[in-house]
């Protein structure tokens, strides 16, 4: 049985697993995330592997990190929310610090193709896969093959930038897909809809501190379950816009499933029905092509841990 480490590298710890030929995780261990950044969380990750080395034997090492890693999978090209890491070469970084095979790869790309071989998208070759929390992170299979591009930013399907002008990105560009179809999205659709109905909101508020500062995914998901008209709406509103941007995805890649993992997903059904309609309605020459299905994914946070040691094998 070869074995390989996975490493997800997420806000608030770095979560390890030792993976086998079957997507199965034998083992896990994890450290909490150094807020600095830079060399202090490259040998967290190094720690973390080392931990599992103890116990197993493992051919190579694959993290899954968020950010643009280049196509060669070694450097991390750019890191808006970890300090320290642009322009690293992670492979060779980490590589002095443990005597294995290094990996890098974007978290939704691993999370893609996690879910590709042991997830949702299980006998799919064309794929997509959109991961929905704070931001939106995308990953493509295209011929059982995981879509890196030239420069290994293919698939940042959040930065399509689907209104001109729209709302400012953290990118640095406005009017991203993530601004109107994210977990942030789905917030400031509600409180823009408590702002139009403020006496409809009594209840929803209530979840909270009464405040709208005080809401949070989760009310806001609970709520909708129990058929508040506000928390609906917002759901509604972040499936018309994701049902629009799959549209426009579905003609590039022209996939047989687009994958929706993420936060938000704990919506269900609550979101995703919705979305299926949007896209039927803003397909183009809809009704005369099969439209993808729309799942929800199912390794949950460890698709990206799973992908990525998989990642690492080949």
Known sequence: MTLTIGIDV?????????VDE????????????????????????????????RDHEAIAVGVSAAGFVSADRETMLATPNISGW???????????????????????????????????????????????????????????KLLRGAYGIGAEFGHLRVLPEGHLCGCGARGC????ASGNALMRHVREAISASPDAAHNLLARGDGTISGLSGHHITDAARDGDPIALAGFNTTAQWLGAGIASLSVLFDPACVVIGGGVIDAGEI??????????????????HPSPRIVPATLGNDAGLVGAADLARI
Not at 10 to 18: E, N, P, R, S
Not at 26 to 53: F, N, Q, S, W, Y
Not at 113 to 141: N, P, S
């Open 177 to 180: 897909f993530e601004q109107y």
């Open 271 to 288: 979101l995703l029905e919705p979305t299926r309609i949007a896209l039927d309605r803003y397909m183009p020459f809809s009704g005369k």
């Open 10 to 18: 997420g806000g608030t710890k770095v979560l390890g697993g030792v």
């Open 22 to 53: 079957s997507g199965k995780i034998l083992a896990t261990h994890r450290e909490p995330t150094p807020k600095e950044g830079g060399a202090a969380l490259t040998k967290t990750i190094a720690d973390v592997a080392k931990h599992l080395l």
């Open 86 to 144: 642009n322009g690293v070469n992670l492979r060779s970084e980490i590589g002095r610090l443990v005597d294995l095979p290094i990996v890098i790869e974007n978290d939704a790309n691993s999370a893609a193709w996690g879910e590709a071989k042991y997830g949702a998208g299980v006998g799919e070759d064309q794929m997509l896969i959109l991961t929905i929390g704070t931001g939106i992170g995308g990953g493509a299979v295209i011929d059982g």
